[in-house]
């Protein structure tokens, strides 16, 4: 029977990261594209009130509910990956291996930030003006992406190497 490994692994913070990016650039375009569905929906003769309201019902929720699930799987995410990297036995050594590939990802996360607020159109754009206005929390957590990465990468370096004092 084949062993499964269910130890954190570095690439599972950054997979997470660029999980992250690519939910919050999808979401803008599939959000827009059914609020535009929407105002055809109710501009027509031929759909009855019924199905109109509950168009409108789901156009309404859909923002918060790409909000709140880029939340939970920002916090979740970033949790996993914290409580695995306890199970990671890791030799001191490899603290420096680890603050290079820290390094490179504080230096990509900014192009990761700017390509989503280029796709979406930064803030004063109409690219996505029917959609872009209602998203509260994903704009919020990429504008601060940087920042959130950084006290992400110094949890899990805590739970690897500093541990060892604890225990």
Sequence with gaps: MKRINK???VTDAVFIGIFLVVLAIVAYPLAN???????????SDTISDKAKGISEDNITNLPAMFDGLYFVILILGYAAVFILSF???TNPAFFI???LLFT?????????????D?????????????????????PFVMQHYLQIT????VTVAFALYARRQLV
């Design 118 to 138: 280029d796709f979406t159109g930064g803030t004063g754009a109409t690219t996505f003006a029917l959609a872009g206005p209602q998203f509260t929390v994903i």
């Design 87 to 89: 199970q990671i036995n």
């Design 33 to 43: 594209a059914f609020m535009v569905i929407n105002v055809d929906i109710q501009a």
């Design 104 to 116: 490179t990802t504080i230096l990509v996360i900014p192009f990761l930030a700017n390509v989503f």
């Design 7 to 9: 130890r954190g692994t």
């Design 150 to 153: 950084i006290v992400s990468w």
């Design 97 to 99: 291996a680890a603050a």
